[in-house]
């Protein structure tokens, strides 16, 4: 399974992208995180690879399931870690600013973006290597630093122009980028004029070329979404009148050939969270998506497959349904979402309630869905799952009444859950998660698993 890279447009957080710079950081002395026992769930002596996850605004990192927790850093100013493909590095942001790597071990902590603020960050699929969208730069380098490179200058546009985001192919040998050119300045309360295309390029810098140009000047914006997972199509959304507001109900999601060709309309509105719309298995044409607009997600959202070769569509879950955070098994024989009773748009406490009944359900992507429950305690909201490497075990998160956070692993056949982490929080006094936006918890934000190498 793999999630797409997604960035923050209009002020939207769409995907969980950068880092920030703070004071000091370096190795530290091993500290203990809260945990609960461990029940027999997984297997003795099997290795479930690493958890990045956040404490009081600190990067913690353990090896599943029963590893001993190591803190990386002190400052309670860091958020959204990420693995690098080889599991040697995590990149995190630091405060609202910057990008920051650091090894597993707590060594080596740097930040990557100096003196400029970075937007999105995401790494490459089988290197260890960082594009960065800062300032409206397309930037790549290494973890350690090097090799530093400037692939799409900003232009002189000023703020709000340049590139706006940007994703990985699979085969990390190219990069796909929206970029937004100033025309003109508005007069007399009219918008600026402005010109939006999506383009793509390969990752030392060389090859650029336009796949989309949304008009001169344009009357919307574009949006990356990610490529298809054979790396045939580039997936971006429709960006109307570079709105925030009305981005925020969902946008269309369009494909185009990653060689350029002719666009096609693969669903009229999607929320641009970086859960609703998810690769499928490697070198296949299928994304997973949440259909529905309207930006709250306990209603009008339903669990599509979509093949982007013949445009067959397939309803995984019904209307009286709120779906989301769907994740492929490793075989694409399965996908894991998390669903609720949709009982139309809510707020206050009723929302709280309604929500708390959200829970993890296996269907089969062939054939009859059958939908399985795994867990069922009516204390805990359940959400976010992801496969293990072997596609044995589940990890999600939960939210209890008292709205703390906290992160299990299930089997993937079903039983009883066991608790690997108890306390998720931004910062030291966090603002309450049951809410979100709108519903949706951003959980990358506050873990990240490494599951091994990368292929």
Known sequence: MKRLLLVTVAGLSLGLLVACRGSEEGASPKETSAAATPSAQVTPGVSLGKLAYVQGGDIWVKALPDGEPLRLTTDGRNREPRWSPSGQWL?????????????????????????????????????????????????????????????????????????????????????????VDMLREGENGQPPERRASLWRIRADGSGAGELVDAGTPSGYGLIVAGWSPDGSRVLYWIDPVFSASLLADGAPLYTVPAEGGATVQLAEAVLLHPDFLVLGPPDTDRVAVIVGGYRGTSTNKVLHVLSLSTGQDVALTSADLA??????????????????????????????????????????????????????????????????????????ARLNAEDRASLWLVSAGGGEPRQIVDGLTSAPEPSPLWWGYYGHVDWDMLFDWWRGPAG
């Open 323 to 396: 779906a989301s955070s769907p994740a492929w098994s490793p075989d694409g024989q399965s996908i894991a979402y998390v669903a609720m009773p949709d009982e139309g748009d809510l707020g206050g406490e009723p929302a709280r309630q309604a929500l708390m009944q959200r829970r993890i359900f296996v269907a089969n992507t062939q054939g009859e869905p059958q939908p399985q429950q795994l867990a069922d305690d009516p204390a805990y909201r359940d959400e976010y799952p992801l496969w293990s490497a072997d596609g044995a075990s589940i990890l999600f």
């Open 91 to 179: 990149a995190f942001r630091k405060g609202d600013d910057q990008v920051w790597a650091i090894r597993a071990d707590g060594t080596a902590a740097h930040v990557l973006n100096e003196g400029v603020t970075a937007s999105a960050f995401a790494w490459a699929p089988a290197r260890d290597r960082l594009a960065l969208v800062a300032a409206g730069a397309l930037v790549a380098v290494d973890a350690d630093g090097s090799n530093q490179q400037e692939l799409v200058a900003a232009g002189g546009g000023g703020p709000g122009t340049g590139v706006q985001d940007a994703a990985w192919s699979p085969d990390g040998e190219w990069l796909a980028y929206a970029g």
